[in-house]
């Protein structure tokens, strides 16, 4: 168990329906990544929040959309799905603190399983 | 920005023997690294990383990694794999701190 808890591990949905994905960071961590894999496009950066504020933003799509709330839990919301949506979601935490080493350290959560049939 | 080259998608190999996932990474500044492994249906698991210091990193499973700044290269090595190490690996980069970026991975399959 990395400390990290996902929710739900797996998702089946239709085309154009919209879904919410949960994480909960590791105890202490104050920042949160998401992260998409697909089997082309590999394992993508969608977007960074740090102790409630949006930090870094890579290939997220308008039509996704995240926060990190007050307890720093996280959603990603996915709307008007697409069949090139379904993919395995990871989130991630790192303390995001500054370190000795200045290095940010990501444990990664057991991902959720999207499908959209 | 920086990226990383895997440049093995999937490296068969027999249980016992040696392996070696290379990792290529492009950046103009200096940066970390790192080795995930990804066991079926699970998540990514650090399994090692360079930050500073001695370039010769030890992991967990007794894998390790050479950081080697010329060749801009940081390959994962095993002297003896086991069939439990099948699993997919993924080479990362971050600098400072930035979010990481994957390699497309490498698929590692041991065979009795």
């Known amino acids: 168990d990395s400390g990290v808890t996902q929710t739900p591990k797996h998702l089946i949905t239709a085309t154009g329906q919209r879904v919410t994905l949960r994480c909960s960071p590791r105890?202490?961590?104050?920042?949160v990544y998401w992260y998409q894999q697909s089997l082309d496009q590999g394992l993508q950066f969608l977007i960074q929040?740090?102790?409630?504020?949006?930090?870094a933003k890579g290939n997220i799509l308008e039509r996704f959309s995240a926060q990190q709330f007050p307890d720093l839990h996280s959603e990603l919301n996915l709307s008007s799905l697409e069949l090139g949506d379904s993919a395995l979601y990871f989130c991630?935490?790192?303390?995001?603190?500054?370190?000795?080493?200045?290095?940010?350290?990501?444990?990664f959560g057991a991902g959720s399983r999207l499908t959209v049939l | 920005a920086q990226s990383v080259t895997q440049l093995d998608s999937q490296v068969p190999v027999f249980e016992e023997a040696p392996v070696e996932l290379r990792c290529n990474y492009s950046?103009?500044?200096?940066?970390?690294l790192f080795w995930y492994v990804q066991y079926p249906n699970q998540g990514l698991q650090l399994l090692l990383k360079?930050?500073?210091?001695?370039?010769l990193v030890k992991g967990i499973n007794g894998f390790e990694a050479e950081f080697n700044k010329s060749q801009t290269s940081f390959h994962l090595r095993k002297p003896s794999v086991h069939i439990s190490d099948t699993a997919e690996y993924f080479c990362?980069?971050?600098?400072?701190?930035?979010?990481?970026?994957f390699g497309k991975g490498t698929m590692l399959l041991v065979s009795p």
């Open positions: 991630a935490s790192s303390s995001g603190r500054q370190g000795a080493t200045g290095a940010n350290v990501l444990t």
């Open positions: 105890s202490g961590d104050l920042s």
């Open positions: 929040y740090y102790n409630g504020e949006e930090r």
């Open positions: 950046s103009s500044v200096s940066v970390y």
């Open positions: 360079y930050l500073s210091g001695s370039t």
């Open positions: 990362a980069v971050s600098r400072g701190y930035s979010t990481l970026t």
